[in-house]
Every structure is written in structure tokens, then in C-alpha cells.
């Protein structure tokens, strides 16, 4: 039987097409060199990481982050070896990620070109912590969001730095309306959230 919405089928070594598209370069392509690759898939929205660790709050910048489950929401997470926050995070298995609107732009690329090892962040970067719900880390008080976030898979840490978040708990701060997220492009270019469309879809 003739499957269903079936493409017609072109066999492209029989034209000699597939030959000619393996030996010449695509008309209007150039090569993008692999280092340049993480600028494309850029997942969401700059975050700051806040963590505690023996008695001190940190706050790291993140964008490297994705979406794996809606309830609980899972957030799966990249947290370099060489950050001071891995230490934390790894100890405690605790964090809130604090979400900053586009005004924080310049805060977040700040305190992600510092450790928390010397200098106390909060202070430095002029944001209040504030007490979560149910982690230890405190929000950030002018971000318009903040997830409290508990570690629920180590597996992949030692191999991939990559840790495995459930939100346990969430803010958002109704004063700040329509709040335009930062989208990182690579060294300090960013995309801002913008217009917002509305097309008919029945998936969540
Ligand atoms: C826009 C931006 C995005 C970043 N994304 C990440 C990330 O996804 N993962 C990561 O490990 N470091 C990321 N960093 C780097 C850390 O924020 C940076 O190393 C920071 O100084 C770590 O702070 P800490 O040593 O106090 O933990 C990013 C930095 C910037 C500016």
C-alpha cells in the first residue's frame, strides 16, 4: 500500500546530485567555524545563579540551560568546573536562578566576568538578597523572577558539568509588566526579547 502524504522518491546518486552536492561547496554558504556553533543555539534567557555555600552568597551568570519537563518544571544546566558556584552548587545540591530583565543587562555580563571567590556580588553588583521559600540561596529582589531550585540528577556532573535542577518553588514580581529578557549571542552581544506573536497551537 502507498503510504500516506509519502514524498516522491528521488534517487539522488542516479542524478548525480549527491555527488555534486558532497564535492561543492553550497551555493551561499560559507564554513561557520564549530567554535561559533553555541552562538546559534542559544537557548533562552540570561539567568543569574544565586548559590550558598558555608555561610556566603554567590551569583553567577548562566545561559547555557534547557527546558526538560514541565511539571515538575526540570532545568537541565551547565555550571563550568572553574566557577566558584559549582563548588556550592555541587555541596548543597541548592540554587535559585534569578531572572533579570534587559535594565539588568549590564549587572549580569558584570557578574559574570567576576568570582565570587574574592568579592561578595550582592553587595558589589548593588542587589538585595532576599530570603527563599524553600532553598537556602537568596532571590535577587530586582529580577523579575526567581526559581528556587533543587538538584535531582548528578550523573552527568563529573562528565558533562551538567546538572539537573527541579523547581521547587516560584516568583515573579507583578510590578515589573512585560519584563524584555536578555538572549546571549556571545562576548557581550545580546538579542533582546521583543515583540511577541500569537499563532493558533494546541501544544503546551
Ligand atoms: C552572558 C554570560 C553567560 C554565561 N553563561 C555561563 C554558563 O551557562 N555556564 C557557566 O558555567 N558559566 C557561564 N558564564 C560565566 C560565569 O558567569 C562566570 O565564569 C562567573 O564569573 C562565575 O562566577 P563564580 O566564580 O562566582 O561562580 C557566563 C557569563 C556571561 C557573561
Redesign the pocket.
Known sequence: MKPRCAAPVVDLHQTGALTARLNAPMVGMRDLPLARVYRLIEPGP?VLVS?AHRGRA????????MMMDFMPPRIA????S?????A?LRATGECVIAIPAVRLART??G???????AAD?FKRFKLTPMPAARVSPPLVAECFANLECKVTDRRLVGRY?LFILDVVKAWIDPAQKNPRTIH?HGYGK?AVDGRTIRIRSAKP
Do not use: D
Open positions: 540570561v548559590t554567590n551569583l553567577m551568570t548562566m545561559s547555557w540551560h544546566c551547565i555550571v563550568s572553574a566557577n566558584h558556584s559549582f556550592a549580569a555580563v557578574i559574570g566576568n567576576c568570582s565570587g571567590r556580588k558539568n546571549h545580546f
